[in-house]
């Protein structure tokens, strides 16, 4: 990409900011345009669309006065397609901030403070189990309370090709549960296609199933086949828990197996620009990385969930994104990662 000069940066600017206007950002499109002509002060298409992005605005908050109060800022137009139905002015708030640090994230624009990045390691994880000190796990830890576990060359070029070949004659486009009718259905805020594959399926899967009981210490009887999941360029998913919360209709009940304690998602791929995996609470982008696979538990010791586990995959910009997830359920752990009565026992 670096070697690749034939697009000029005025032309991307331009771009980005007609796309960012389409999307209802109108501020942003203003700005991006502002350093567009700062570049280029001659700019006449610039100049023109400089004026019209500035009346715009005005127009959005003169209707914005009358909708919704005084106090709502003008970057909520995109927040308002979705979110005015009936949802109080706080919880749009809430999305605003959420959103603005999602796309922040994405960018690579996240700070992790200081005393964060003075606690985070490496070590080779070389136990309990006999197979780990036998071979040992490059660990990484990405992030504390919760902690994020990054584990390297944790999936062989062989096992990926494998995984790939099995899963791509069974994608379908992936769908999320509606959390008030439990159903599943496809929605705008996660494009990507994805199937599933049992242990019984091949070899590969049964042994990278066993590898991450191994690494994780957690029993993998109860939880779900493995999930491939494709983005293409655009691909995404927008901030969510894994993790199903008490007003979720029968979420996972036909599981019959509790809810999604942890999950542990591989990186099948590099991808050229964009796609990482964001924690928009934490400052934390995990950007992908072929063999290499992130952990976290999503429930607190006491099964309360983690709140701060909230993260979303961001577009891919470009090339293609390849992950495969694994949600490892809360019984079968009883002895594993007994429980807390602190609901917020770490
Ligand atoms: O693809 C990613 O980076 C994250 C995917 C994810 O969060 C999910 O499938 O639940
Ligand atoms: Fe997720």
């Known amino acids: 990409m670096e070697g690749n000069k034939t697009v000029e940066r005025a032309d991307i600017l331009e771009y980005l900011a007609f796309s960012t206007y389409m999307q209802g950002n109108i501020r942003q499109a203003l700005k991006l345009t502002d350093e567009l002509l700062e570049e280029r002060p001659n700019h006449q298409r610039a100049q023109g669309n400089k004026v019209y992005y500035e009346e715009a605005l005005q127009q959005q908050k003169t209707q914005k006065r009358g909708e919704l109060g005084d106090f709502m800022d003008e970057d909520a137009t995109a927040v308002e397609k979705e979110y005015t139905i009936s949802e109080s002015m706080g919880e749009v708030e809430k999305w605003q901030i959420e959103r603005q640090a999602y796309e922040r994230l994405c960018r690579g624009e996240g700070k992790l403070s200081p005393e964060m990045l003075l606690k985070l390691h490496c070590f080779y994880k070389t136990g309990p189990s006999a197979y780990l000190r036998l071979s040992p796990v490059k660990t990484e830890i990405a992030h504390i309370h919760p902690t994020i576990y990054i584990f390297h060359d944790i999936l062989a070029d062989s096992e990926i090709s494998d ?171 009883e002895f594993r990662r007994p429980c807390e009565l602190d609901p917020r026992a770490l």
């Open 163 to 333: 995984i790939k070949e099995l899963a791509t004659p069974k994608f379908k486009r992936a769908t999320v549960q509606n959390y008030k009718t439990g159903e599943l259905e496809t929605a705008s805020y996660r494009i990507s296609k994805s199937s599933w594959l049992k242990a019984e399926d091949s070899k590969t899967v049964e042994k990278v199933n066993q590898r991450i009981e191994v690494i994780t210490g957690l029993n993998m009887q109860t939880a779900e086949e493995l999930q491939v999941a494709n983005y293409g360029i655009g691909g995404h998913y927008e901030p969510h828990f894994d993790y199903a919360r008490r007003e979720e209709k029968d979420a996972f009940k036909s599981l019959g197996t509790g809810n999604r304690i942890a999950t542990f998602l591989f990186y099948m791929s590099d991808v050229d620009a964009g796609g990482a995996t964001v924690f928009p609470q934490l400052e934390l982008s995990l950007w992908p990385k072929k063999g290499t696979a992130a952990f976290w538990h999503n429930l607190h010791p006491s099964g309360e969930g983690d709140t701060l586990t909230r993260h979303a995959a961001c577009p891919v910009l470009v090339g293609t994104k390849w992950v495969s997830n694994k949600w490892i359920h809360e019984r079968g752990q």
